[in-house]
């Protein structure tokens, strides 16, 4: 698991939608698009790929659970 503490990526990851593209994942850790996809074709990637006909997604919870990070509060009071 990689540990990133560094709050644009926090806040980053936090903005993003439930399901995100392969892509923007392989973005976030660093990987190479042919590497990204390699893994995750051969289901080595290192968190759950959903498979969507062509597209590949991963879900926000696992992408922050890999980074070893939480939801950011958006400095919004709570209502």
Do not use: F
């Amino acid at each position: 698991m990689l540990d990133l503490p560094d709050l644009p990526i926090r806040r980053r990851v936090a903005s993003l939608p439930p399901a995100i593209r392969l892509s923007e994942a392989n973005d976030l850790l660093s990987l190479s698009r042919t590497t990204g996809y390699r893994l995750a074709r051969n289901d080595q990637y290192p968190c759950h790929v959903l498979r969507l006909g062509a597209e590949y997604r991963v879900r926000k919870h696992e992408l922050q659970r890999l980074l070893r990070i939480g939801d950011v509060p958006s400095g919004r009071a709570a209502a």
